[in-house]
């Protein structure tokens, strides 16, 4: 097999900082977590890039590197954190308001927590309803709020002397947008961050600061933030890695292992009825129909995708499928989320398929910022830039170039992440063809 071209991939030398926009449950719980692994008060269950191993080559040559020595990632001792935030809460006052983690635990680590204290945020109230920030930034226009980051961004890194940044959305879900004509040049958007437009949304505003700057940009959250022409050419301009959209975490996580398996032994679909509860911010949040309606858009594309009804029409043409959130404040982070899948098989005959998931969301979404931020930062390093859909392994509205569909089913996108690692340091892809081993062919 030909060996492919190896990328040059610049060492992850000196301190990374990873700034989040909104230190609420996620971020919180991620910059607890890993301080409390880098003191061995946990173990990084769940991220790829710290328990997470590659096979190369052969299954006889017994090559199963993990990831980390496999490609030059950015040691967990390596990371500062930074933020923005529409409250003053430190992050150990956000974290204890948050409810994720034990107080016993972030006590342990409370002098580092309270000393991520978060800078003022740019915010409108028109986007995210239901939130009434008052550390924010005021008295100018969108633009003028993208240079003040911009100079957020550059004290910290001198303040913190950091050698590279990575900037990963963990705010609120924004109302829910489409794409508009001033999102299809970098000129049209920036004249219309100059005139205010509305079209232009609080977290596109630090998505145009980060990549002005070439700082890698992944958007946590479903708003489009990211996901048009202009801010995709300026990534391209400024050879800044980006990603999005929305962490792909619970419902939609099972939702992206189950349906490939009932798709690969054709096992048909006529519904899928999911509903879930919760109580912390983003339920609140989510409990406004605007930004609902973002999040709905995102965890409804993907079984479309998988199921393919097109080339399917017997097993999934019309399958009904519906997405409720319902904000339960007793719930806190601990959602429940319920599947019914309505399924049929050999001549028609239906059989059901419950799923009760008793998840927590922040404690699914920690290890995806992580990984994120570090392949981020690898993707920067290795000079790759624009859209990087190798990490749509993450997401649950994966964003691609216009004219490409965004690939849901979770292995596959699992392949193209291994096999986008390979690729980086010149081993075989893997095609799991494996008819060498038996000579069947020969
Ligand atoms: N937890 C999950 O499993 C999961 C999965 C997918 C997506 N998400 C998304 O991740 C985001 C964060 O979730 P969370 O549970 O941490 O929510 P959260 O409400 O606890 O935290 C969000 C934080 O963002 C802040 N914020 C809002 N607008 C801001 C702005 N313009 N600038 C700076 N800060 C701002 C809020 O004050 C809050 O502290 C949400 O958009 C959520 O939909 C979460």
Not at 205 to 224: D, S, T
Request: glycine share 8%; with cysteine.
């Amino acid at each position: 097999m030909d060996k492919t071209p190896k990328v040059t991939i610049a060492p992850a030398k000196g301190r990374l900082g990873i700034l989040t926009p909104g230190m609420g449950a996620v971020s919180t719980t991620f910059m607890a977590g890993v301080i409390a692994i880098r003191k061995g008060l946990g173990k990084p269950i769940g991220s790829i890039t710290q328990l997470g191993t590659i096979r190369l080559g052969k299954r006889t040559e017994n090559r199963v590197p993990k990831i980390k020595d496999f490609v030059p990632l950015a040691d967990l001792n390596d990371i500062y954190f930074g933020g923005w935030d529409i409250f003053e809460d430190d992050a150990y006052q956000s974290a204890v308001h948050a409810g994720v983690l034990e107080k016993t635990l972030l006590d342990q680590i409370r002098p580092e927590l309270e000393a991520i204290k978060p800078m003022k945020g740019v915010f409108n109230k028109d986007y995210v309803k239901k939130l009434d920030g008052n550390y924010i930034k005021t008295g100018g226009t969108k633009w003028d709020y993208a240079q003040a980051l911009m100079e957020d961004i550059k004290n910290f890194k001198a303040k913190h002397k950091l050698d590279r940044l990575v900037i990963v959305w963990c705010g609120s879900t924004e109302i829910y947008l489409k794409q508009h004509e001033v999102h299809a040049t970098i000129a049209s958007f920036e004249k219309a961050m100059k005139e205010d437009h509305p079209a232009i949304a609080p977290s596109m505003i630090y998505a145009y600061a980060a990549l002005k700057m070439g700082v890698p940009f992944a958007n946590g959250a479903p708003n489009l933030t990211t996901d048009f022409p202009a801010l995709n050419d300026l990534a391209k301009e400024t050879h800044t890695p980006i990603c999005g959209k929305d962490f792909k975490t619970g419902q939609t996580l099972m939702k992206t292992i189950l349906a490939p398996g009932l798709k690969a032994r054709l096992l048909g679909l006529s519904g899928w009825f999911s509903t879930n509860i919760l109580g912390n911010r983003d339920g609140e949040v989510l409990d406004d129909p605007e930004s609902f309606k973002t999040k709905e858009e995102s965890k409804l594309s993907v079984l479309e995708q998988i199921l393919q009804p097109e080339l399917y029409p017997e097993m999934y043409k019309g399958f009904y499928h519906k997405v409720r959130i319902n904000y339960y404040p007793p719930r806190g982070d601990n959602k429940e989320g319920w599947d019914n899948i309505d399924i049929f098989g050999w001549l028609g005959y239906p059989m059901q398929i419950k799923i009760d998931f008793l998840c927590r969301d922040s404690i699914l979404a920690a290890p995806i910022v992580l990984d994120l931020a570090l392949f981020l930062d690898l993707a920067k390093r290795a000079n790759f830039s624009g859209i990087q859909e190798w990490l749509s392994f993450f997401f649950k509205s994966p964003i691609v170039l216009p004219g490409l569909y965004p690939e849901h089913d979770l292995f596959i996108q699992q392949m193209k992440l291994k096999n986008t690692l390979r690729f980086m340091q010149g081993e075989d892809q893997i095609t799991h063809l494996g008819a060498d081993y038996y000579e069947y062919y020969r």
